[in-house]
Every structure is written in C-alpha cells, then in structure tokens.
C-alpha cells in the first residue's frame, strides 16, 4: 500500500512540475513577443503583465512539490556539515518539521484564499480580464503536494534515524 502511495504522489510531484515548466515556456513565450511586437509595432500585448503575474504564480508553487521531494531548497549548511552525525539528524528532523508546519499553514490559507475567489468569480485587473480562482487553486494543489512530500521525507528521515 504505501509502494502504492509513492507512485502517486511521484506522478502527482510529477505533473506538478510538468505544469510549471510548460507555463514557464508560456510566459517566456508571452514575454518575447510581447516586447518584440512593442519594439517593432510600438504595440505591446494586452493582457501580458497579467498573464506573467499568474504565471509567475503557478510556476513557484507548482515547483515547491518536486523541489521538497529531491530536496533541493537552499541551504547554508556550513555548520551543519561540521556537526556531529547524530546532531546532523537532529537538525535535518527540526527542520523538516519546521518545513511541513509551514507549509501546512501555507496550504491551508491558500485554501482560504482560493475558495474565497471563487465564491465571488475574482478576476484580474487590467488590460486583460480573467478569473483569479484557478491560479489560485492551482497553487493549494501545489502546497498540498509540497506538504505531503515534506511529510514523506520527515517519514524517511524518521525511519533511518530509527534503524541508524
């Protein structure tokens, strides 16, 4: 059962990271053209600064997953590394803790916050008018996917501390 839950949520950490890195090449794309067209017809794309934004959104929390799972965030670990093994441990166990409460609460306000934007249809302001919600709720599934992976790694690093 929990082979199975892994392969879950990898393709789940998976398909967050796919999404991200499509609207990365979406808002490159947009960017490009967007100054070329200003540059050359002195007309720039209306709509693209917000399309950036929600982008810009949906690229760093549908990125947090992958980046929890391969553990990859950044680290000052000079002092950590001169620890000894146990302590070493014991930092990396408060620190994922610390990391899962967080975005715990993260996910949970975001919650709050998407299903408060979609009750009222919010939409964004600007040239170019589109509902907020779905970026909105794309970022909870990627806090909650961040979570879950921050939880997966407290439980492997729980697990070898047990058995080291």
Sequence with gaps: MTNLLAKILRFITQGTVSIAAAV???VAL???IDVMT???LAQAIPGAFELSEAGL???VFLGMAIVTREDSHIKVDILVNRMPKRLQLICNVLSLVLTTCFLALMTW???SLAWKSWKINEMATGLLFFP???VKMAAFLGLAAATIEALRRLRIVLVEAMFS
């Design 57 to 59: 959104v949906l690229m």
């Design 132 to 134: 907020i919600y779905p």
């Design 30 to 32: 947009i960017g490009t």
């Design 38 to 40: 200003t540059r050359v």
């Design 109 to 111: 306000q975001m919650w």
């Design 24 to 26: 990365a090449l979406l």
